[in-house]
């Protein structure tokens, strides 16, 4: 079975950076892709970013286009996701998810990532 545990949330004031981790285990094998979504309270849950295991394509949200940045260490299957000039707008529960499917038109869809993290939060005073 395949496991992801996200940490390096807190408390941060707004400007300030960030970097969450999340380690795959056990079947990563069918892990193809990886992506972090957030979700704040009251809302839906949304896509931040998106890698694959091999190559370099990334994906990015709009809203963080240019102050996160999602990187990956293919030996310690770790996936990170640098956050810098946080703003309290960014405030929400950050979760790692795993996909099967490497061709996807709908990266940015939580409906097709098979394995998620339990989530960690972040909270950005202004």
Same mark, same amino acid.
């Given at each position: 079975?395949?496991?992801?545990?996200?940490?390096?949330?807190?408390?941060?004031?707004?400007?300030?950076?960030?970097?969450?981790?999340?380690?795959?285990?056990?079947?990563?094998?069918?892990?193809?892709? +990886?992506?972090? !979504?957030? *979700?704040?309270?009251?809302?839906?849950? /949304?896509?931040? &970013?998106?890698?694959?295991?091999?190559?370099?394509?990334?994906?990015?949200?709009?809203?963080?286009?240019?102050?996160?940045?999602?990187?990956?260490?293919?030996?310690? +299957?770790?996936? !990170?996701? *640098?956050?810098?000039?946080?703003?309290? /707008?960014?405030? &929400?529960?950050?979760?790692?998810?795993?996909?099967?499917?490497?061709?996807?038109?709908?990266?940015?869809?939580?409906?097709?990532?098979?394995?998620?993290?339990?989530?960690?939060?972040?909270?950005?005073?202004?």
């Amino acid at each position: 079975q395949a496991q992801l545990v996200e940490s390096g949330g807190g408390l941060v004031q707004a400007g300030t950076s960030l970097r969450l981790s999340c380690v795959a285990s056990g079947r990563t094998a069918t892990m193809n892709a +990886m992506a972090w !979504f957030r *979700q704040a309270p009251g809302k839906q849950r /949304e896509f931040v &970013a998106s890698i694959f295991w091999t190559g370099d394509t990334t994906n990015y949200a709009d809203s963080v286009k240019g102050r996160f940045t999602i990187s990956r260490d293919n030996a310690k +299957m770790t996936v !990170f996701l *640098q956050m810098n000039s946080l703003k309290p /707008e960014d405030t &929400a529960v950050y979760y790692c998810a795993a996909r099967n499917n490497v061709y996807v038109t709908n990266f940015y869809d939580p409906r097709v990532y098979q394995t998620w993290g339990q989530g960690t939060q972040v909270t950005v005073s202004s």
